[in-house]
């Protein structure tokens, strides 16, 4: 599991990305409980994720409606399978709106350059 917090912040909002090989959708789910085991991430407003399975993609926007397809269309193009990525938000107070889903990106973005 490689997790970077602090990558960004947007009005407030701040972000951090994880990610980790994973091989079925237990183990995506497995992953995600792991990752809020730390208090920190379990207080997070939404930890959002996709992954791509040999069964299929599967995704889960915590509440960041159309995230999780953002990730899952970033891993697409990378052609990442098997390996989750978990964007996490702390909410700032001000709605971002479409910029939302640029942050996002960026989170994907920041863990696809910098991961292990």
Known sequence: ???????????????????????????????????????????????????????????????????GMVILRMLEREGLQRHIVVVTRWYGGVKLGGDRFRRVQDAVRYYLEHRG
């Open 1 to 67: 599991m490689e997790v970077f917090v602090g990558i960004l912040s947007d009005r407030g909002s701040k972000y951090a990305v994880s990610g980790g090989p994973v091989a079925s959708r237990e183990d995506a789910l497995a992953f995600v409980s792991e990752l809020c085991r730390n208090r920190k991430f379990a207080k997070a407003t939404h930890n959002s994720w996709g992954v791509l399975l040999d069964s299929g993609p599967l995704k889960n926007d915590d509440g960041e409606s159309g995230a």
